[in-house]
């Protein structure tokens, strides 16, 4: 299980996420704001959630508490890439809607990749940044708080063995190069979800590469 910052400290919300999260279902759980962008499986959506929340806080409340204090929300919606992601303008551990309602996700898997996006946020108040170099180590750390937390639930396994495996992933597979190419990936994906057709999805693919390239060239 690998879950990754998706933009930088000093970035604000976009003017696309402030308008999804106001079209957003959700509820306070402990001050915590849990929400889903999508509205036809909300409350399945949410009681999952609600659930990952409540085994945290029976097996692990010390860590419940540092979740509430250091984020501000859950958000499911669709992501590019990655099952989990920290927004650090947002202060949201984003899930992807994908793997909240999939059957073979358990409990104990939606509360582990909210401790390992909860870690990003600590590590980002204490200053430490997610630059390349530090990358694979910033992970590490985000993991092994996956297994301690594992190891207070009466059935860890299954988040241990993910975590253990993610612990084993080699070095290129965190350089931007290869988050990049995942988030290309994982966009086109999402747009197919979507139902946007393909002739609609090159276009918007070669006016976010144009765009990447302006970018790129005015930070030169």
Not at 43 to 59: F, H, N, P
Not at 150 to 173: C, F, V
Not at 185 to 194: F, M, N
Request: glycine content about 6%.
């Amino acid at each position: 299980m690998k879950a990754l910052p998706i933009d930088a400290p000093d970035v604000g919300p976009t003017f696309s996420e402030k308008v999804m999260l106001r079209l957003s279902a959700g509820r306070r759980i402990d001050g915590l704001w849990v929400g889903t962008f999508f509205q036809t499986n909300a409350e399945t959506v949410l009681r999952r959630v609600e659930e990952a929340l409540r085994l945290i806080k029976e097996y692990d409340r010390r860590r419940y508490d540092r979740i509430v204090s250091d984020l501000e929300r859950v958000w499911v919606r669709l992501l590019p890439g990655d099952i989990a992601q920290f927004s650090y303008s947002l202060r949201a551990c984003v899930l992807d809607e994908r793997f909240v309602l999939a059957d073979t996700t358990l409990p104990e898997l939606i509360a582990g990749a909210i401790v390992h996006e909860a870690t990003h946020a600590r590590l980002w108040r204490c200053g430490i940044g997610y630059e390349e170099g530090l990358r694979q180590r910033v992970e590490e750390v985000c993991l092994r708080r996956e297994l301690a937390f594992a190891s207070k639930l009466p059935d860890g396994r299954r988040l241990r063995e993910l975590a253990e495996q993610a612990l084993a992933t080699p070095p290129a597979a965190w350089t931007s190069g290869a988050f990049q190419e995942r988030e290309l990936k994982g966009s086109i994906e999402v747009l197919h979800r979507l139902g946007v057709p393909d002739r609609l999805v090159r276009i918007l693919l070669a006016i976010r590469a144009w765009r990447a390239s302006r970018t790129a060239a005015t930070t030169k």
